[in-house]
Structure formats: C-alpha cells, structure tokens
C-alpha cells in the first residue's frame, strides 16, 4: 500500500510540474496560478519520494544521504561559481533546488521517521510531523529563492515555511522531552540491575573465598609456602585446594574452564568432587584423587539435559615428610634443585570429558634439604605484556623462579607477583592466576 501511494503522490507531483510549465510555455496561466501549482508539485513529489525512500534499510539511506550532501554542496558550489560569471546560473540552480527538494529533503525525513519511530506512539503522527518540518524547509528555501526572483507568492511561500518549522520544531520538543525522560528511566533499570548483578557477583565471591583454605590453615599445614592467587575477575575458574589426611598434606593449584561467574561455577563443582574423593572415598594417592574426581565431574554435568564439556586442569601434590607425590590433568609440576628446574609433565587429559580416559599417574619423589615445589595455572605464563605485547611463557617464568631462590617463600611471593605487574603494564589481565610454592 505504501508503495502505491508512494508511486501516486510522485507522479501526480510530476504530472503538475509538466502541466505547470507547459501552459506556462503556450501562455495559458497565470503566473500566480503557475506558482500555486508548482508548489503543489513539489508537495505530492516531496511525498511520494518520502514513501519511497522508507522501503530502503536504515543504513542503506545513511550511506546514501553521505554522498547525496556532498553532491548537493559540489550543485551550490557550481550555482555560486556560475552566478558570478552570468554562464548557465538558472540552470544550476534549478538542478540544485530540484535535487535538494526531491532527493536530499525527502531521503533526510525517512531517516528521521526511522530514527525517532521508538518515542512517538502514532508512526501517522511522526510522519506528518517530518513531513511538516522538511517541507518546512523546502517551502522556506523555495520563498527565499524566489524573492531575490522577484517572483510573486514568495512572501507567503517563506510565511507557510516559517510556519511549519515552528509548529513541527514545537512538537519536536515534545519528543525531546519524551526521549530524555525514556533514557532516564532506562539508565535508572539499568543501575538497578547492575546493582543487582555486582551485589550477586559479590556474595558468589564470598562463597567462593569460603571454599579456599585460609592462610592461617595453608601456613599451619606448610610453613615454607606462598599463593599467589589473582583472579581474572571478582569471581575466578582457579582455585587452589588443601587437606590433611593423617600426617599427608594435599594440596593442589586448579584451572577451571573459563573465568568470572561461568568458570567460578564450574570450579565449585569440581572444589566438591576434590572433597568428595578424599574425604567420602578416603582416597590419598593423587593418581587415584583425580580418577574419582573426573568420575564425580562427569556423573554431576550428565545430569543435565545439554551436553557439558566444562572440566579442570589441575596439579595435584601429596607431601609426608620429604616423600612428594604428584598427579596432574596438564598442569605440571616444577621442582628446583641446585640452580636448575626439574619439570614432571602432567597427563594430557582433563578432569571432565574425554575421549581416550586413562588413569592418571602418580610421581614420586624424595625431596632434598633446600628443594623448592612450584604448582601453577596457565594464567601466568598466557599473560600477555612487554614491550611487543606477547606472552609471559614458560621458559621465563623458569628464568624469574631460579633468580628469586635466595629469598624467602614469601619474598619470593612477592616478586613473582611484581613481575607479573610489570610485565602487564596497562594491559588486561587475560586470565585467572594461581601459583604455588612449597620450600622443604
């Protein structure tokens, strides 16, 4: 419908022009009467090109409103330059006004129908009201150009534009007004439900600290020790674990799918399969912890309908005495001895699905006097920084570990963490960071 009325209104403006200009030509009107009809050509094309230029996409008519303004300046600028030299000024100008009145003018009132369509509750009322106010301008533009014409009706064609202008800049105002007070009232939503969020956030973290062992227990357990521990967001996928089963110490640096809310959920479930394995099936073997502990993750994320691949990588320790024991899903675990970094290599599978399970392997080790034990996630050495931007890596992380080894466990803290810093600079932290360190 609206292109049939669009098609209409355009012809019918078109079919007046010709009529207008040809009695004009044979002397049969008046030149009054001949004005009255233009103007009303100009509307009903004004009009129909309006309609038209609705049925084309949002970002399809601001492409072309860029070019078409740089045209119609490159028309007036050809118009001022042919006045001045008296050479084809009326014919400039007639193209300048007829492209400003039937292409740039209406193309300008569909954007704004599109763009003001949310405030106003009639699209019939905010149609009408772009049409007022660029028909306004076309009737303004029109009566100006005519009285330096010396043409007749040019009074009242600048009269009617001045008219329109102020009863659509006056309803316009309306709908100022309207948008300012719908974007109050969604900034107030949207505070009310970022409160909402960062107050949920916050008593997730809460929970989740309530889950980590306290430093109190964690130097209790082992004294020569730090964690470093830096999480991503308020909320974290890392987590580090201890227990004391008899005179073993357990304890484990984990890295949880993802990071925030998602990976804070993830880490809870797999923090109670951890418990679960040591404290419901009395398992101390790290090998046989992280067998059960998959088996537990599974059997929880089967319950859902949707197929869940969450899991974690973690490196799991048990230190009695000098005798270490060690298991890991990817992570490794780093023992320096005499000025050099002794790695075990984790089993390249996580706790949670896979599709080639084997059991996980438990290493044993007689530590020395002096041995220093390093568990950690991948969140240090992925962070990106330096002068080029890169990663951290491994082999630098190596680097710092052995130069910081004449300090103590939480001097060693300390560095590492300032390091950390540097290194990022005003970069983001990328990732969740956990880091053990154990000295006998």
Known sequence: MKKIIAWISFFLGISLLGITIYLNVLQKIASGDML???????????????????????????????????????????????????????????????FFSFVTTPLN?????????????????????????????????LGLSWKTMHWPLANELILFGVILLIVAALSWNKIFRRQ????????????????????????????????????????????????????????????????????????????????????AMVSVVCNNALNRSVREYTLVDPGKILDKTRAIVIQEFEKSEEEVKDGMDIALCSLQGNTLKYAGAHNPLWIVRNGEVLETKANKQPIGKFDKQIPYTTHTFELLKGDSIYIFSD??????????????????????????????????????????????????????????????
């Open 379 to 440: 969140g240090y050495v992925d962070q990106f920084g330096g002068e080029k931007g890169k990663k951290f890596k491994s082999k630098a992380f190596r680097n710092l570990l052995l130069s910081i080894q004449d300090k103590t466990m939480e001097e060693q803290r300390v560095s590492i963490d300032e390091a950390f810093e540097t290194w990022r600079g005003n970069l983001e932290q990328v990732d969740d960071v956990c880091v053990i360190g154990v000295k006998i």
């Open 109 to 141: 009132a569909s954007i704004r129908i599109k763009k003001w369509t949310n405030y106003v509750d009639s699209k019939l009322t905010l149609n009408l009201l772009c049409y007022a106010d660029h028909l306004g301008i076309i009737l303004l533009t």
């Open 36 to 98: 009255t009809w233009i103007i009303l050509g100009f509307i009903f094309s004004f009009i129909g090109m309006s309609l038209t230029w609705q049925t084309k996409s949002y970002s399809k008519k601001r492409s072309l409103m860029k070019y078409f303004l740089i045209l119609l300046a490159a028309l007036l600028i050809l118009t001022t330059i042919s006045y001045y030299y008296e050479t084809y000024f009326h014919w400039f100008y007639l193209i300048s006004i007829l």
């Open 180 to 263: 300012i007070d719908l974007r109050i009232v969604a900034e107030n939503e949207l505070k009310e439900k970022n409160t909402e969020i960062m107050d949920s956030i916050a008593y997730a973290k809460r929970i989740q600290s309530a889950i980590l062992p306290p430093a109190k227990l964690v130097k209790e357990y082992l004294q020569e020790s730090f964690i470093l521990y830096k999480p991503k967001d308020a909320v974290a996928g890392d987590f580090y674990w201890m227990e004391q089963i008899g005179t073993k110490v357990l304890f484990a640096a984990a890295d949880c799918t993802g990071h925030g809310v998602p990976g």
